[in-house]
């Protein structure tokens, strides 16, 4: 009898962490999932908002996870891609021409 009421013992405990998880940690993952795309699809031509509330264009997309958003005419600034909080406007690819025949 003393088995069968350990495990009774436990089932609250298995139930709030499985409550935590549907309600906390798997919505976090998907946000840092949604996040991560959109920073490694970051294009040229994109108008981006930043953590630090700087709306600009992106001007150029460095290799070592790092942009250059231009903020005005003449005025542009490294930031990294991770504070990225939101992009506004997206630029679509450049398309490619079939070649002619």
Excluded: W
Aim: hydrophobic fraction near 45%; aromatic fraction near 4%.
């Amino acid at each position: 009898m003393q088995g069968g009421s350990a495990f009774a013992q436990f089932i609250p405990l298995i139930l709030i962490f499985a409550i935590m998880y549907f309600l906390l940690i798997r919505p976090q993952q998907r946000k840092l999932k949604a996040h991560r795309a959109m920073v490694e699809n970051l294009r040229r031509g994109d108008q981006v908002i930043t953590q630090g509330g700087l709306i600009g264009k992106v001007s150029k997309v460095k290799e070592d996870d790092e942009i250059e958003v231009e903020l005005g005419p003449n005025m542009k600034v490294r930031v990294v891609k991770s504070t990225v909080a939101q992009v506004v406007s997206k630029t679509e690819p450049a398309a490619v021409d079939a070649p002619k025949a």
